[in-house]
């Protein structure tokens, strides 16, 4: 669109404003060609005779852009005519905020200079709609059409370029080796497992081998007979033994006959890398399936065996693409279930049918592979040996982020590297450093005992507390500290040595440590916690920490208990000191509400709240929600009234919480403890009852009382 020119053409102009008072904008159109563009013009005035000469706004639109230009800044802007298409209200564009209105005023304040504008309008933007009055629409249906071509336009020039990137991909993807694959599964996933089936008749046994196919027969018994002693025999079949197949020699398990159900097959994964363009890696994922099958058919004496099979089958579900400087590009295999075929794509499934990739084993080709990429100092291979199976992509994308993984690895740090890997980087203090002490920020000298413990993560923890706190702690301690699994053991050490903590948390939990006992670990983990978070309580209710007595109780879970309480009690006390000063309507209402609505007969009496506290109060006995700020606002406010209904015999247990609706004088709902309705249908009764009564009080006229008494309930 040539901004320039259309600046430089004369405005349209208002030639009559029109006399309608609700008449506030008027527009005027024109269609015009600018260089050999045919562009349709909508000018916006105020219906006002001072302002008739110079529009508000300028829309211009053409076939394929639109833009809208303001004389009074003389900036240009691209936003729709209309705010949206579901907004009801009058946001159009050359609105303020004093012209908001109705959905129904928008065609009264907005209209149009004549029929031929809004012929010129209709015939340009070529859209139908529903009612003409709304004349902004053809144009924000135009805008919208265009903006959607340009938006498809755009999502189809990405697609073209992720296809076109997919290809490269593809075509620069080594072969994959699906013999070298399916055999080298067969023994590392599969341990080149066969079975022997076996179906028993007397002294005779019939075995299928699954490696072969074949099917023999064979004694498992001596016989008396000359014959028998020139037969085959086998020892006695039994439903997991091991035995080799008297045709081919194949070593297989044994399985019975009659518990084969069908084909029995068991899957596995594996992991492929191969060098991918100059210095990247592309990571294979493969499923491989092996299955054993047998072949049944009818006999005389029921299904008799005629052969058995066994089989492997691979199939590549997704390839990882690992280049330097660039994202890591994760296609995926799927198939089409309309064509039935199959292909490749840049992007994952949704939901639950994602597919996922998990740790496997990492086939030997992967380290020749990598010798010539920037993943030949990655140490995989040192880590798998010590770790076991890995999530190669994984690996190698921290790799990538964190190459002083490598030295991790070699020096033994095999539990930093497997939280790194899982993206555990909390234990890392400075990524950019080449020293393992920096790097783990931790004290030089404790590198030596962290590697003798593999790198586990509870002694690096302690490790990083130590030198935060600046301590100099021995080996020992270290240790202990870790079995603790405490963070915030700093909070203890405010009031003792560490030394001393460890000596008490060991006594309060009547266990040593480093035992390797789990039920002495969990112990002293607990106490160690519950003594942290009773000193913690200690000090936040004001007590005086250097008293010996506050920090080392005889009985520390009991010590606990009514620190608990006490800091409970605390925060009640706070909790109702702040709802009796923001709701004082409560308690200077209660004498007011009492005449109207207390109550009491022969078995339960019932009264309104004394003040916003005593609701609080009502809320936790109960354990339910009514001390909350919704139903103190609704009793502050007069609105809906919070009533207490009590035993006569024992008036200050609260038994049922009932809310009423202060204007229709009706039960809204009630509630005993923890949200439950005691003796629901004779409490219900009676509160319905009661609802009554307070409304023929309410309509007795000069106010005279009724006789206090309920209906009958029972």
């Known amino acids: 669109m040539k901004k320039k020119e259309i600046e430089k053409i004369p405005y349209l102009t208002l030639s009559k404003v029109c006399r309608k008072k609700d008449v506030r904008y008027i527009g005027v159109t024109a269609c015009k060609d600018i260089g050999g563009v045919r562009h349709l013009f909508l000018e916006v005035y105020r219906n006002c005779r001072e302002t008739r000469d110079v529009p508000l706004v300028r829309i211009v639109i053409t076939q394929k852009d639109f833009g809208n230009f303001f004389p009074v800044s003389g900036e240009w802007s691209r936003q729709k005519i209309k705010a949206g298409i579901y907004s009801n209200s009058g946001e159009l564009l050359w609105h303020t905020r004093e012209d908001i209105c109705t959905w129904e005023e928008m065609p009264v304040q907005n209209i149009l200079m004549g029929r031929e504008d809004l012929e010129r309008l209709q015939g340009y933007c070529g859209i139908r709609i529903w009612d003409e009055k709304?004349?902004?629409?053809?144009?924000?249906?135009?805008?919208?059409?265009?903006?959607?071509?340009?938006?498809?336009?755009?999502?189809?020039?990405?697609?073209?370029?992720?296809?076109?990137?997919?290809?490269?991909?593809?075509?620069?993807?080594p072969e994959l080796p699906e013999q070298e694959i399916l055999d080298r599964a067969d023994t590392i996933l599969f341990r080149k497992k066969h079975y022997l089936y076996y179906k028993k008749?007397?002294?005779?046994?019939?075995?299928?081998?699954?490696?072969?196919?074949?099917?023999?027969?064979?004694?498992?018994?001596?016989?008396?007979?000359?014959?028998?002693?020139?037969?085959?025999?086998?020892?006695?079949?039994?439903?997991?033994?091991?035995?080799?197949?008297?045709?081919?020699?194949?070593?297989?398990?044994?399985?019975?006959?009659g518990r084969i159900k069908g084909r029995h097959v068991i899957c596995g994964h594996m992991f492929l890398g191969q060098k991918y363009k100059e210095e990247g890696m592309v990571v294979r994922y493969i499923r491989v399936e092996k299955y054993w099958e047998l072949g049944l058919h009818p006999g005389k004496e029921g299904p008799e065996m005629y052969n058995a099979r066994e089989g492997l089958s691979g199939v590549e579900i997704a390839r990882a693409y690992i280049l330097p400087g660039e994202k890591t590009q994760i296609d995926y295999h799927k198939n089409d279930p309309y064509s039935g075929k199959d292909f490749w794509d840049d992007c994952n499934l949704y939901g639950n049918a994602n597919i996922t990739i998990g740790r496997a084993p990492v086939m030997e080709e992967t380290y020749k592979e990598m010798k010539g990429t920037m993943f030949r100092y990655s140490a995989v291979q040192e880590y798998i040996k010590a770790a076991g199976e890995v999530n190669l992509i994984d690996y190698l994308e921290r790799y990538k982020k964190t190459p002083q993984i490598e030295m991790l690895?070699?020096?033994?740090?095999?539990?930093?590297?497997?939280?790194?890997?899982?993206?555990?980087?909390?234990?890392?203090?400075?990524?950019?450093?080449?020293?393992?002490?920096?790097?783990?920020?931790?004290?030089?000298?404790?590198?030596?005992?962290?590697?003798?413990?593999?790198?586990?993560?509870?002694?690096?923890?302690?490790?990083?507390?130590?030198?935060?706190?600046?301590?100099?702690?021995?080996?020992?301690?270290?240790?202990?500290?870790?079995?603790?699994?405490?963070?915030?053991?700093?909070?203890?050490?405010?009031?003792?040595?560490?030394?001393?903590?460890?000596?008490?948390?060991?006594?309060?939990?009547?266990?040593?440590?480093?035992?390797?006992?789990?039920?002495?670990?969990?112990?002293?983990?607990?106490?160690?916690?519950?003594?942290?978070?009773?000193?913690?309580?200690?000090?936040?209710?004001?007590?005086?920490?250097?008293?010996?007595?506050?920090?080392?109780?005889?009985?520390?879970?009991?010590?606990?208990?009514?620190?608990?309480?006490?800091?409970?009690?605390?925060?009640?006390?706070?909790?109702?000191?702040?709802?009796?000063?923001?709701?004082?309507?409560?308690?200077?209402?209660?004498?007011?509400?009492?005449?109207?609505?207390?109550f009491e007969d022969g078995e339960f009496l019932i009264r309104p709240a004394r003040d916003?506290?005593?609701?609080?109060m009502e809320g936790r006995l109960l354990h339910h929600c009514v001390g909350g700020d919704t139903y103190l606002q609704g009793h502050d406010k007069g609105t809906n009234i919070i009533l207490f209904l009590r035993s006569k015999e024992d008036p200050?247990?609260?038994?049922?919480?009932?809310?009423?609706?202060?204007?229709?004088?009706?039960?809204?709902?009630?509630?005993?403890?923890?949200?439950?309705?005691?003796?629901?249908?004779?409490?219900?009764?009676?509160?319905?009852?009661?609802?009554?009564?307070?409304?023929?009080?309410?309509?007795?006229?000069?106010?005279?009382?009724?006789?206090?008494?309920?209906?009958?309930?029972?």
């Not at 629901?680 to 005279?704: E, F, I, V």
């Open 201 to 257: 008749r007397g002294c005779r046994v019939q075995i299928a081998c699954s490696k072969c196919g074949g099917v023999t027969n064979a004694r498992y018994k001596d016989g008396i007979s000359y014959e028998s002693g020139l037969q085959k025999q086998v020892d006695d079949p039994r439903r997991g033994h091991i035995a080799s197949c008297l045709m081919c020699g194949a070593v297989g398990e044994y399985r019975e006959q």
């Open 652 to 714: 200050d247990t609260p038994y049922i919480t009932v809310e009423i609706d202060a204007a229709a004088l009706r039960v809204k709902q009630w509630y005993g403890a923890h949200d439950k309705q005691p003796d629901r249908d004779r409490m219900q009764r009676w509160l319905n009852a009661y609802a009554t009564r307070l409304r023929c009080s309410q309509t007795a006229a000069g106010g005279k009382e009724i006789e206090n008494r309920l209906p009958a309930y029972a």
């Open 409 to 598: 690895v070699k020096l033994g740090l095999t539990e930093v590297v497997r939280g790194l890997v899982r993206y555990h980087y909390e234990i890392v203090r400075d990524e950019r450093a080449d020293r393992v002490d920096t790097f783990l920020g931790i004290r030089k000298e404790r590198v030596r005992q962290l590697i003798g413990h593999k790198g586990d993560i509870g002694i690096l923890t302690a490790m990083q507390t130590e030198k935060r706190l600046g301590q100099d702690w021995t080996e020992e301690q270290i240790e202990q500290i870790a079995e603790l699994g405490q963070r915030h053991i700093d909070r203890a050490m405010e009031y003792m040595g560490i030394q001393q903590f460890l000596n008490k948390v060991s006594k309060y939990a009547g266990c040593d440590y480093g035992t390797r006992c789990s039920t002495a670990s969990d112990r002293l983990r607990h106490m160690a916690q519950t003594y942290i978070d009773y000193l913690q309580m200690r000090r936040d209710l004001g007590y005086d920490m250097q008293n010996t007595v506050y920090l080392f109780p005889r009985d520390l879970e009991a010590a606990h208990r009514k620190m608990v309480a006490e800091s409970n009690k605390k925060k009640a006390d706070d909790r109702i000191r702040e709802v009796d000063e923001r709701y004082p309507g409560i308690r200077k209402g209660y004498r007011r509400l009492r005449k109207q609505f207390f």
């Open 612 to 616: 916003a506290g005593e609701i609080v």
């Open 134 to 173: 709304r004349w902004w629409e053809y144009i924000y249906d135009h805008e919208d059409r265009i903006v959607r071509n340009e938006r498809n336009r755009a999502a189809s020039r990405r697609y073209d370029r992720r296809q076109q990137a997919l290809g490269d991909r593809i075509a620069h993807t």
